[in-house]
């Protein structure tokens, strides 16, 4: 059974901490993916990799930065917590092979609070 | 990306087919119809895509009209399981355009007993 996890289904921190949050997925995907979920805002798209070592911005990657050192795990960093980053963060993998591209496997969600 | 218009709600009785549309006016030529739910306290599913021809599996049937501007995902029979909130989303294949789709409000569809 295909599986992605996320470190921490629900994290509170305080503004301006360091925040990392980890992605593994099981799949050997060449893509991974970083979201948000915000209630009348959808599913918006922070970061995404398609290779180790490889990251491309999304639509709203201020604020935070991406780390993938290893094909399996793509980590996101939130390098001075706020407010406004309260919010459900997604990660997600796909195949790189044609047919299955865009066929996105996410995990179950990270609820943080940022105080 | 072309964008996607779906109703905010809908209903529909067990057992019944659960029929959700979705409107992509502006899509192009080699973007693809995609369909995920997600269930709540969930991660999003992929249930089905499609380019233009009729899909089906285990989960759904995509009916694309011939100009492309619309779809529907079909449930043929609804459980109550199938309550979520449903995404239509439409995206172009290759690196470029990985992920980069949107997922916007979607179809919050319920089943009733």
């Known amino acids: 059974d295909v599986k992605v996890t996320q470190s921490s289904r629900y994290l509170v921190k305080r503004t301006g901490e360091k925040v990392f949050l980890e992605c593994v997925q099981d799949m050997d995907h060449e893509n991974m993916f970083w979201y948000r979920q915000d209630p009348g805002l959808g599913l918006r798209l922070i970061y995404f990799?398609?290779?180790?070592?490889?990251?491309e911005k999304g639509d709203i990657p201020e604020g935070y930065s991406v780390s993938r050192e290893k094909k399996e795990r793509f980590s996101l960093i939130l390098e001075s917590a706020s407010t406004n980053q309260t919010s459900m963060y997604l990660c997600?993998?796909?195949?790189?092979?044609?047919?299955?591209?865009?066929?996105?496997?996410f995990g179950p969600g990270t609820r943080l609070t940022v105080l | 990306d072309a964008k996607t218009t779906q109703p905010p709600s809908m209903d529909c009785a067990e057992g019944r087919a659960a029929n959700l549309p979705c409107n992509h006016s502006t899509i192009s030529g080699n973007e693809y119809v995609y369909w995920y739910r997600q269930i709540h306290s969930q991660g999003p599913q992929y249930i089905i895509h499609?380019?233009?021809n009729n899909e089906t599996n285990e989960m759904a049937s995509l009916i694309i009209t011939e100009d492309r501007k619309s779809s529907t995902l079909i449930l043929p029979h609804a459980t109550l399981r199938d309550t979520a909130v449903y995404y239509c989303i439409v995206r172009g294949l290759g690196n470029t355009n990985a992920g980069k789709s949107t997922f916007g409000d979607g179809t919050t569809l319920t089943v009733k007993p």
């Open positions: 990799s398609y290779d180790v070592k490889m990251k």
């Open positions: 997600a993998s796909s195949s790189r092979t044609a047919k299955r591209y865009n066929e996105q496997f």
């Open positions: 499609g380019l233009k």
